[in-house]
Structure formats: structure tokens, C-alpha cells
């Protein structure tokens, strides 16, 4: 894993993210932008003013019905946004050693007509990891870009910023799986994974991404996975549950027998 990570870090960072991102496990994935946007685009930042961020929340509000459920709303825009920008941080942090510039006002969003967080654009390829210690090596996403915006979600929309932790965790989960699957890669995932494990942090702060899933023996072949929290967007018209939804009968422990 090493040889493989040192071999790509040695050449344009950006350029060797995205052709991580023509070959398995990630080419079903939605790639980022480097360079200059040639579509409009909206300052990562902004979302941190209250009324920029409830505009966008409303104008996917009106996608799905003016009395849509304002909760659900502002939940299933949370994971539009997490997977856009947390998905090829992590990548670029795993499997190349490479911090993405996502903490700050560098970082640029494409939002379609909705107001849903399509794709990142960002000026280069990030700079080398500054330290591999759990918390300090993904600070800049979790603390400085996600953490922010979580409280300005929480406070424009009224639910519990546990709904949308758990929607990012979600996804930093899949990521620090298939990180450790990848065949040239095998095991980069593991820091990741252990700092979803790790319930209180080394500056003595509680985890907010503490075990966002759980794999849980149901009967199945294998381990089922499934969301510790529900993110509600059943709550919307046409929205099912999701399929490692915790409301699922099939997700649920059987009751032991006295």
C-alpha cells in the first residue's frame, strides 16, 4: 500500500486523484474539479450565512411540494452535500496522503436547479498531510468545513444535528470500506475506520461520527448494515425507507426470548 500511495503522490496530486477515479472501486463515482469553474458556483463558505443557506434549502423544499416536510428537507440536502464534498477528501486524505483545500472559502460548489450540492470544484490538488495522528489528519473536513455547516443546518432547519452527523457518517463509513479494499490500497482505510470507533477524542471532546453504522448478524449470509439513525427522508412524498434504515422491521434485532 505504501509503494502504491508514494508512487502517485509523486505526481500531480489532482491528476492522480481523478484517475483513481477511472478505475475500480470508484469509477461509478462522481469525480471533483480542479481549476477554474466553467459553471456557475457558490462559496462553500456562503452556506455558513443562515439566509444564503435557507434559500437553497428552499428552493429543494419547492422540488418536492411547498408543504413539504421542512426536517426531511434540509436531511436529504445534507446527504447531497456530505457525499459531494466528503467522498474525494477522503480519498485524496486515504489513499494518496494528500488534505484537500476544503476548509475554507477555496472550495466551490455546482448546485443544480434544485439547490442540491452536484459537484466541487477546487483550485489544485491539496497539499501533504500534515500529521497522521486520527483527529488532526481529518480536521479540516470534519472540523473545519462539516462541523460549521452542521450548526447552521441545525439552527435553520430544527433537527438535531445528530440527524446530520449521521448522514455524513454514513458516507465517511463507505469510503473508509472501500478505501480498504481497493486492490492497490489494501488496509488505507483502517485510520478512518478507527476513528469512527473511537467515542472520545485525544483533546477529551465526544466523537459526533462514533459508529454512524452498525453491521449486525439478522439471519442474512452476512452482516447486515445499518444506519444507527434514521435521516427521515421518508417523510417526503415518494421517498422510501432507505435500505440500512433503522425503522426497518428487517433491521431489527429479534427480541430474545425470556
Same mark, same amino acid.
Not at 439513525?229 to 440500512?244: A, N
Given at each position: 500500500m505504501r509503494e502504491a500511495a508514494s508512487a502517485l503522490?509523486?505526481?500531480?496530486p489532482a491528476d492522480a486523484l481523478l484517475a483513481l477515479y477511472r478505475q475500480p472501486p470508484l469509477n461509478n463515482l462522481k469525480a471533483p474539479c480542479f481549476g477554474r469553474p466553467d459553471v456557475p458556483t457558490l462559496g462553500a463558505s456562503e452556506l =455558513?450565512?443562515?439566509?444564503?443557506?435557507?434559500?437553497? =434549502?428552499?428552493?429543494?423544499?419547492?422540488?418536492h411540494g411547498d408543504d413539504a416536510d421542512f426536517l426531511a428537507v434540509a436531511s436529504l440536502w445534507s446527504k447531497f452535500h456530505f457525499g459531494s464534498v466528503s467522498i474525494p477528501t477522503l480519498v485524496a486524505n486515504l489513499l494518496l496522503g494528500y488534505d484537500l483545500p476544503v476548509g475554507g472559502d477555496e472550495l466551490r460548489l455546482a448546485l443544480d436547479d434544485h439547490g442540491l450540492t452536484t459537484r466541487v470544484w477546487l483550485p489544485h490538488g491539496g497539499e501533504p498531510l500534515a500529521s497522521n495522528a486520527l483527529q488532526a489528519r481529518f480536521s479540516r473536513l470534519f472540523d473545519d468545513h462539516c462541523a460549521p455547516l452542521i450548526d447552521a443546518l441545525a439552527e435553520v432547519s430544527g433537527l438535531s444535528a445528530k440527524v446530520f452527523w449521521s448522514n455524513l457518517g454514513h458516507y465517511v463509513e463507505f469510503v473508509g470500506r472501500t478505501c480498504s479494499q481497493h486492490p492497490a490500497f489494501i488496509g488505507a482505510g483502517e485510520p478512518l475506520l478507527d476513528y469512527l470507533a473511537t467515542q472520545? =477524542?485525544?483533546n477529551g471532546r465526544r466523537n459526533t461520527l462514533y459508529q454512524p453504522v452498525r453491521y449486525l448478524e439478522l439471519g442474512g449470509e452476512t452482516p447486515a448494515r445499518v444506519r444507527r =439513525?434514521?435521516?427521515?427522508?421518508?417523510?417526503?412524498?415518494?421517498?422510501?425507507?432507505?435500505?440500512?434504515c433503522p425503522l426497518k422491521p428487517e433491521n431489527?434485532?429479534?427480541k430474545r426470548q425470556r
Open positions: 503522490s509523486v505526481v500531480n =455558513l450565512d443562515r439566509e444564503v443557506l435557507n434559500a437553497q =434549502l428552499a428552493r429543494y423544499r419547492r422540488y472520545t =477524542l485525544a =439513525l434514521c435521516c427521515i427522508k421518508y417523510r417526503l412524498p415518494g421517498e422510501p425507507l432507505c435500505g440500512g431489527r434485532p429479534a
